[in-house]
């Protein structure tokens, strides 16, 4: 049968129907105050957005989990992690000003900001998994630390692992700046013949490993670190992944620190399947979505919750005017038809592998 993964549509006739009830319905019937230890803190993962972007979750959603929370006897508190890239969310400091940018201040949500790596990502623990490619992982230390674990996600493209889900916000959303190096092993190269020298690259670079000759970018890859960000700029398409052999120990990687985040968690899944655009909210736009929009699941699996929200994008018919080139029509893969050599399902079949939850899901549907 599967795992129970609660999904609620967005159509509403009446007051009863918003879009807030939901979610407070559809964290109590997928049983997630069962993840709340009654007087200590709980952690609500999210992703506050990086400046420039605006897809991520609505606070005032977010506010209502936050009243589910402490309903159920936790405290709870807003978290997420520091960044590897450049960008408005690198520090601590930074990080709180730009979520309160977006609404995410105490007035609206309820409940206070705690980056969970600390003032520059060094605060984490080291969590024993022994998989096959970590014999431990780094977790960031006020995540590590807690029992109760809500994690909230905006179900979304991604330039290479396929697409971001509630595994992906497990692995990198949980870990500091190191664990997040240790999952992008991968490094870009340059695609002869296309780069027109325009520098985009250069400027997002973190650890200014690309620069020009010629009036062409050229990549160190002793100094690059892997994240992924001149890919994601470049107009070009002129740099790109050794598909093959790169991505999928990139994705596996991402599937055990998935699993090192949630060890010994008592944690609950709420995915929102609206604005799907084609990149991370980490990029500093919102692409126009892919698909139209869903509405909300929950779950206590992370690996059903990630394999109804796939299946349930690739139902739809995909939206002109989007990102997408190829995959249109229902049951057609969205993810491949914006990036051919992606492949987000390797993400399930490798966590239901090292036990993070099932591929087989039972998705309810509820008013």
């Not at 807030?20 to 709340?36: P, Q």
């Not at 007087?39 to 609505?58: L, T, V």
């Not at 230390?141 to 994690?151: N, P, R, Y």
Request: hydrophobic share 35%; aromatic share 8%.
């Amino acid at each position: 049968m599967g795992s129970e993964v609660y999904f609620a549509g967005l159509r509403a006739r009446d007051p009863g129907q918003n879009t807030e009830a939901k979610v407070r319905g559809l964290f109590d019937i997928a049983g997630l105050g069962e993840c709340i230890e009654p007087g200590g803190p709980a952690a609500i993962k999210i992703h506050f957005g990086e400046e420039g972007n605006d897809s991520y979750i609505n606070p005032s959603f977010v506010r209502q989990v936050v009243e589910k929370v402490r309903e159920h006897g936790g405290k709870p508190f807003l978290t997420d992690s520091n960044t590897l890239y450049l960008g408005s969310r690198g520090d601590a400091v930074d990080h709180i000003a730009t979520a309160i940018r977006h609404g995410f201040s105490y007035a609206t949500v309820g409940a206070p900001i705690i980056i969970a790596d600390g003032l520059k990502g060094k605060h984490y623990r080291e969590v024993e998994i022994g998989k096959k490619h970590f014999s431990r992982v780094l977790i960031s230390g006020d995540i590590a630390e807690v029992t109760s674990l809500i994690v909230l996600t905006h179900f979304k493209g991604h330039e290479v692992a396929g697409f971001g889900g509630a595994i992906k916000n497990l692995a990198m959303g949980c870990s500091p700046p190191a664990g997040k190096q240790e999952q992008h092993t991968a490094r870009p190269l340059n695609v002869e013949g296309r780069c027109i020298g325009c520098g985009k690259c250069m400027l997002v670079c973190p650890r200014q490993a690309i620069g020009l000759e010629d009036g062409r970018a050229v990549l160190d890859r002793d100094r690059c670190i892997g994240c992924f960000e001149c890919m994601t700029v470049c107009p070009e398409n002129a740099i790109d992944i050794d598909w093959e052999t790169e991505i999928p120990r990139f994705t596996e990687r991402i599937v055990e620190y998935a699993f090192g985040a949630a060890k010994e968690k008592k944690a609950g899944y709420i995915s929102f399947l609206t604005r799907i655009t084609p990149d991370c909210d980490c990029v500093a736009w919102s692409d126009a979505p892919i698909v139209p929009d869903i509405g909300i699941l929950a779950s206590r699996d992370p690996v059903a919750i990630d394999a109804a929200s796939f299946d349930l994008v690739n139902r739809e018919i995909g939206l002109g005017n989007s990102y997408l080139t190829a995959n249109f029509g229902r049951g057609e893969d969205k993810f491949r038809g914006m990036r051919h050599v992606t492949d987000g399902f390797l993400q399930i079949r490798y966590a239901q592998e090292v036990g993070l939850g099932s591929s087989d899901y039972h998705l309810i549907e509820v008013s």
